[in-house]
């Protein structure tokens, strides 16, 4: 079977992490297929105006292609319009080359329904291709910001006719799933979830100690509320709580002066954004994640740390019911409650020792290593093909 993928998001030199959950995706269902393609575009505001740099990689059987390209020399909607055409048209123009020297892919699977869903459905109508849908967007989330739903009634509408012409749109969590069809337009979905590397994320042996090591690892946007973190921890610490919390991402200022003014800056350590081999290390040695978010689709950063066995502390949101068992391999907190969460923290101190680390590894690796979800994807192209 030969695939080729298009992802709206992808890992590239502008933002090495930007959808490096689509890579391991793509990791876990290369060995369900004979070749699987890899086509992503971004602009490169770097480039010389309208200069177009393809980079072509080869691992194994993944072919991937970044498309680089500068902007026009206009400048507002003019600007959006041309880069939008531009985008659609480099990556056609790669395709068809792609086409003349492997020939017809079977399937094409879009990462990400805008934009890509809109080259997607160009392919679709032109080699009669069929196309599947991965969606991870929080912007499906009335709470996100931004959310699709501000985004006019151009996107909205793009949106809505490139899910309708998808043979089958997957999504990795039933919240998203559920949360599109009450929201944007009734569609069928199933759920196919994210994937850990358990080649870098397992348990390890640990040194204890009456200070507590927390882990957080996010971009610390609104969504991710990090404030309420900050605020808790400092409550935590005037009531005698002992903890070091290792962050990870770009912090912005903001968040750094509110840890400089809640006086904790010996206790949350920046160590900015690293690579997932960098990361696991400091997962590894963890006592617990923390995960205070305000929405999800999903939290690859708790399935990374009970990969290592370590335990999260995350908001009372649905979707992480799908992830973590309450009491078994994380808490839940009642969302934008920082007092709640300085109980959590404070009951975690005490009962830390009771979570099993290598129950909690092993059924996370059951339910979302690479091979069981390769083999997830690689059953959606089956029954696709076989209609």
């Not at 358990?198 to 969504?223: A, C, R």
């Not at 709640?340 to 404070?346: D, H, I």
Request: one cysteine or more; charged letters at 25%.
């Amino acid at each position: 079977m030969n695939v080729v993928w298009l992802a709206s998001w992808y890992p590239n030199r502008t933002n090495i992490t930007n959808g490096d959950f689509i890579e391991r995706h793509a990791k876990a269902v290369a060995p369900f297929v004979n070749s699987l393609t890899i086509i992503s575009a971004v602009k490169d505001e770097t480039l010389a105006y309208n200069a177009v740099d393809i980079v072509e990689k080869k691992e194994g059987n993944i072919t991937t292609y970044i498309i680089y390209y500068g902007r026009s020399r206009w400048g507002g909607v003019v600007e959006k319009f041309i880069s939008l055409k531009k985008y659609t048209a480099l990556h056609l123009a790669l395709f068809e080359k792609i086409v003349s020297e492997k020939g017809k892919p079977d399937i094409i699977h879009v990462h990400v329904a805008m934009k890509a869903g809109l080259v997607a459905k160009k392919i679709k109508q032109q080699y009669k291709i069929p196309y599947i849908i991965t969606e991870h967007w929080t912007a499906y989330y009335k709470e996100a910001k931004p959310n699709i739903y501000e985004m006019g009634s151009y996107f909205i509408r793009e949106t809505k006719s490139v899910l309708k012409n998808a043979a089958l749109l997957l999504t990795v969590s039933d919240d998203l799933g559920k949360r599109i069809n009450n929201d944007l337009l009734k569609i069928k979905f199933t759920v196919v979830p994210n994937v850990v590397d358990t080649g870098l994320f397992y348990p390890v042996e640990k040194k204890q100690n009456d200070t507590i090591k927390l882990v957080h690892v996010s971009n610390m946007t609104y969504q991710k509320n990090v404030e309420s973190i900050i605020e808790a921890l400092s409550g935590w610490k005037q009531k005698g709580g002992r903890f070091i919390m290792q962050v990870f991402g770009e912090a912005p200022q903001q968040i750094i002066e509110k840890v400089k003014q809640a006086g904790l800056q010996e206790s949350i350590i920046f160590n900015g954004e690293v690579l997932q081999p960098q990361l696991c290390d400091a997962v590894k040695q963890a006592d617990a994640l923390v995960l205070y978010s305000r929405y999800e689709t999903f939290g690859c950063v708790i399935i990374e740390a009970n990969a290592c066995g370590v335990p999260v502390i995350v908001s009372d949101l649905s979707v992480f019911h799908e992830l973590v068992q309450e009491g078994k391999s994380g808490i839940f907190v009642e969302s934008g409650k920082p007092a709640a969460l300085v109980a959590a923290f404070e009951g975690f101190a005490k009962e830390k020792e009771n979570f099993n680390s290598k129950e909690i590894a092993e059924d996370t690796k059951k339910r979302f290593g690479y091979p069981v979800v390769g083999k997830q994807i690689k059953e959606a192209y089956d029954g696709i093909l076989k209609r």
